[in-house]
């Protein structure tokens, strides 16, 4: 009898109609598929389960954070082609990385559907599930998000979908993101690199903003503090970061006091929603967006203006991705939404646009930053690769495996122009209609309460 790997690549061409383009290995050291591809090692019929219960994106998430699915070889190349047997096809010809935001359905999936009424091929479909072996789906691995009750985007929900994500240990996060500790896309120069790529990221949003010591400053989903305290120690600023992840605030204000400035620099664990102090001179809000939500984008972006003094500005960073011909059929990725981000969502970014004008904003200024995220990423991802066993001790090794798979899809979905990262940077013009901007923007140099001077 053919060993499971053949057994496995056979049944795979005939779904697909074309040679696979990886190579298996199965539990019982069988081997089948192109030589010298990347291979997909199914370590145990537990991992065929997975992905036959479960049929999809999520099965095979599933198998690959337990650790049943493995890839051997280069990550890239093998998730680079394993998107053409996850998705269908793009119009362009194209399909999204695995982890990406995601519209269509798996086109394999149709494919075996397609199959299975075919009567000559029931037979290999029953050959399929008994190679898999008798029993139950295996229960999902402890990683996977619990399930959600209740409206989106609630206070108390938006707090689970958090911690879900950042509470799970600030040591793992300083193996991943260096000392910088910046979980957002850096800002590179040829050669630089990654801690001096997110000094120059924090610099180029506090110049953006114009900070000038005395202003105050609200940072948005303030991380673990840093863009405060390169506000408060760079530009002299009074600054508040709010994060609803008790981890981030107690490394934060750990940070704060060990640099002298706990008289300039608060840490909160409080809500966009529930901050009532304002006005603030400036408010950045970098990679939060995405956590709040189509339904209350609208309402988010009203908070803010409220909180801004007239002529303020906001440097709202934030990953976006590409429009859809029917915007009804967008739905969330079941990997991110399961593992890494629940009930996080991707908008394009002229609907951030539209809406931030929509509140009151004009909007003067729009960066595309998205190779710059291609290359963070995958800096992160070596940082993890390099010391990956201390990584899996100091969280568990199924959320590492989920860093890694995650950080390495986005990375490519980034590369192939799948999703993107922008800076919109935005005012609350009074109504003498002075926006403070220099005539020349780009430079990010130049004084800004000297602009209107130099118009009059």
């Known amino acids: 009898m053919a060993g499971a790997a053949n057994r496995i690549v056979a049944l795979g061409e005939r779904v697909l109609g074309a040679p696979l383009p990886v190579r298996v290995r199965a539990w019982d050291h069988s081997e089948a598929g192109p030589p010298g591809a990347p291979t997909l090692v199914i370590r145990n019929r537990r991992g065929l389960r997975r992905v036959l219960w479960r049929p999809g994106e999520l099965g095979l998430a599933r198998a690959w954070v337990a650790g049943d699915l493995d890839v051997e070889g280069d990550l890239y190349e093998a998730l680079d082609v394993l998107a053409g047997l996850i998705w269908e096809s793009d119009p362009d010809g194209g399909a999204p990385a695995f982890g990406s935001a995601a519209a269509s359905g798996p086109g394999w999936l149709r494919g075996a559907l397609t199959l299975a009424r075919e009567p000559e091929a029931r037979e290999a479909v029953a050959e399929l599930l008994k190679l898999a072996g008798p029993g139950l ?18 206070l108390s929900r938006d707090r689970k979908a ?46 953006k903003l114009a900070l000038r010591e005395g202003q105050r400053l609200l940072d948005v989903g303030g991380g673990w503090g840093s863009l405060v305290l390169h506000a408060a120690r760079e530009y002299g600023v009074r600054a508040v970061a709010v994060t609803l992840s008790r981890e981030q605030a107690a490394y934060g204000r750990k940070r704060i006091a060990e640099e002298g400035l706990t008289d300039r620099v608060e840490i909160r664990v409080q809500d966009y929603r529930e901050v009532d ?33 007239p002529g303020g500005r906001l440097l709202n960073h934030q990953i976006g991705r590409r429009p859809l011909a029917d915007e009804e059929a967008y739905s969330v990725d079941e990997f991110i939404d399961a593992y890494v981000f629940p009930d996080g969502e991707l908008a394009p970014v002229g609907r951030t646009v539209g809406l931030l004008e929509d509140a009151g904003f004009e909007v003067r200024d729009v960066e595309a930053l998205r190779e710059h995220y291609a290359l963070t990423l995958r800096a992160w991802v070596r940082n993890l690769e390099s010391d990956f066993a201390r990584a899996a001790r100091l969280t568990t090794p199924g959320r590492a495996r989920v860093w890694r798979l995650y950080m390495a899809a986005s990375a490519l979905a980034f590369e192939r122009n799948r999703i993107g990262v922008n800076q919109v940077l935005a005012v609350r ?28």
Request: proline share 9%; aromatic share 8%; glycine share 8%.
């Open 277 to 309: 102090d304002g006005p603030y001179d400036a408010i950045s809000s970098v990679g939060m967006a995405e956590h709040v939500g189509a339904a209350r984008y609208r309402e988010y972006a009203d908070d803010l203006y409220a909180l801004l003094a």
């Open 162 to 207: 958090i911690s879900h994500h950042y509470d799970v240990g600030n040591d793992f996060y300083e193996l991943v993101l260096g000392p910088s500790m910046v979980y957002s896309c850096a800002y590179w120069q040829p050669g630089g690199t990654l801690e001096e790529a997110q000094r120059d990221k924090l610099d180029l949003i506090c110049r």
């Open 429 to 456: 013009t009074p109504e003498s209609g002075r926006s403070g901007l220099p005539l020349r923007t780009r430079t990010w140099t130049a004084d800004a309460q000297s602009a209107d001077a130099e118009r009059d």
């Open 137 to 154: 789906p295996p229960p999902p691995p402890p990683e996977e998000a619990r399930r959600r009750t209740g409206l989106r985007h609630t």
